[in-house]
C-alpha cells in the first residue's frame, strides 16, 4: 500500500518549487504567453531547484536517487505556476531520465554529467509524430541496423528548444520495437524546420526535427547492442505531464471559486448558485481523484509494479479529460469576463488542449 505522506526531502523540495511558482512562474505567464518566449533567467532559476539534479545520484553529478513520486509532486506545482515555464524547466529531464534508467553505465557516466552539471542547457527527447494515428508502440521514424551501427529516418513534431538543442534523444521504430537514440544536434541528415505556432503553451517554443539517413554508430542505441524497453520511459512521461496538467487544472479551479466568491448576481455570490457550485464541486472532486491515480502511478513506477505503465496510462488519460474540463468550467464560471486576457482562465483553457498532445515533454 502507497502513502500519503511526503518525506522531509519531498516536503522542503516542493515547498521551493511552489514559492517559485507563486513568485516566479505566474507573474511571468501571460507575458511569456503574448510574446512567445520565457525569459531564460526564469528558466535559469527553476533549474537552480535542482528538480532533475535530485533525482541523479552523484556519480553522475547528481545529488539524490530517482523517485517518480518525487517529480509529480514538484510537477504539480511547476504546472499551477505556468505550464510552459513548467515544461521548460522540466525538458533537460526528457533527456537524461532515459538515460538513467535505461542506459548502459558508459552512457550515464558519459552523457548525464554535461546535463546536470552547471546551468540549464537545451538537451531534450523527440518523440511525437505529426501524424494523426501517432502512437509510441508503431513509430513511424525508422532505424534501420548496419554494420557497425544504424540508418535513421523520419520526422517528429512538436520538439522543445531543437533550435538551440546540444543533443537530443530520438525515438524510432527498429524491427516493429521502440527504441531511443542518442543524437548529438550537429550530426548529418538532422534538420530543423521552422518554429510550430501553437494555440496553446505559446511561451514554449517547439520545432519540427527531420531526419534524412542520420548515421549513428552502434552505442547511440539507448542501453547498447541490447537496446532496452520503452514502457517504464514512455509511463515515466505520462506521469509527469499528468502532474503539470491536474496542477494547472488546480490553479484555475481556485481562480474560479474566488471569483464566484467575490462576484454577485441580485445581491448573492455566484457561488451560491446552484448550477455554479455543482459545477465546482465536481472540478474539485476530479481534481483530488485524478492526483491520486497520479500518485499511485507514481508510486508503482517507484516501486516495480507490473502494472505501474497502465496505471501510468489511465493517469494520463484523466488527467487530459480532467484538465479540459476543469480550465473549460474555469471559462464558463467567470462568464463573459473568462473570454478576456485580462483574466487568466482563457489561456489555462488553450494550454490544456495541449496536455493530451504534449505527452513526452515531461519525465518524473
Not at 476530479?286 to 489511465?314: C, M, P, Q
Not at 479540459?324 to 473570454?339: E, N, P, S
Request: aromatic share 10%.
Amino acid at each position: 500500500m502507497y502513502a500519503f505522506e511526503p518525506t522531509e526531502e519531498q516536503r522542503m523540495l516542493v515547498d521551493a518549487v511552489k514559492r517559485y511558482a507563486v513568485n516566479d512562474l505566474r507573474p511571468a505567464a501571460r507575458e511569456a504567453d503574448e510574446t512567445g518566449e520565457l525569459p531564460q533567467d526564469l528558466i535559469e532559476k527553476g533549474w537552480e531547484l535542482g528538480v532533475l539534479q535530485a533525482s541523479i545520484p552523484e556519480d553522475y553529478g547528481g545529488f539524490g536517487e530517482h523517485s517518480a513520486v518525487t517529480g509529480v509532486l514538484a510537477a504539480e506545482e511547476l504546472g499551477w505556476g505556468d505550464l510552459a515555464g513548467g515544461l521548460a524547466v522540466m525538458a533537460p529531464s526528457t533527456y537524461a531520465l532515459p538515460i538513467l534508467l535505461a542506459g548502459t553505465d558508459e552512457q550515464k557516466s558519459e552523457l548525464l554529467p554535461p546535463v546536470i552539471e552547471a546551468e540549464w542547457k537545451p538537451y531534450v527527447a523527440a518523440l511525437i509524430e505529426p501524424s494523426f494515428d501517432f502512437y509510441v508502440g508503431e513509430l513511424g521514424t525508422t532505424a534501420v541496423s548496419k554494420k557497425g551501427g544504424y540508418v535513421l529516418n523520419g520526422t517528429k513534431a512538436y520538439v522543445p528548444y531543437a533550435d538551440k538543442a546540444q543533443a537530443f534523444l530520438v525515438y524510432a521504430n527498429l524491427d516493429g520495437k521502440t527504441q531511443a537514440f542518442i543524437i548529438p544536434a550537429d550530426t548529418k541528415g538532422l534538420t530543423v524546420g521552422e518554429r510550430d505556432l501553437l494555440m496553446g503553451i505559446r511561451g514554449l517554443p517547439t520545432f519540427k526535427l527531420t531526419l534524412e539517413d542520420v548515421n549513428l554508430p552502434a552505442e547511440a542505441r539507448l542501453g547498447g547492442d541490447e537496446g532496452h524497453e520503452s514502457e517504464l520511459i514512455i509511463a515515466s512521461s505520462y506521469v509527469a505531464i499528468s502532474a503539470l496538467g491536474i496542477g494547472m487544472s488546480r490553479a484555475a479551479y481556485e481562480y474560479a471559486m474566488e471569483y464566484a466568491k467575490e462576484r454577485e448576481a441580485f445581491d448573492v455570490p455566484i457561488a451560491q448558485k446552484q448550477s455554479i457550485a455543482f459545477m465546482l464541486a465536481e472540478m474539485a472532486t476530479d481534481i483530488e481523484s485524478v492526483r491520486l491515480l497520479v500518485w499511485e502511478a507514481a508510486w508503482k513506477l517507484d516501486n516495480g509494479k507490473e502494472d505501474a505503465f497502465k496505471t501510468a496510462y489511465l493517469a494520463f488519460n484523466a488527467a487530459s479529460d480532467t484538465t479540459m474540463m476543469v480550465t473549460d468550467r474555469a471559462v464558463q464560471v467567470l462568464g463573459g469576463h473568462g473570454y478576456i486576457r485580462e483574466h487568466p482562465v482563457e489561456m489555462w483553457m488553450r494550454n490544456g488542449g495541449g496536455i493530451p498532445t504534449l505527452s513526452s515533454l515531461a519525465m518524473a
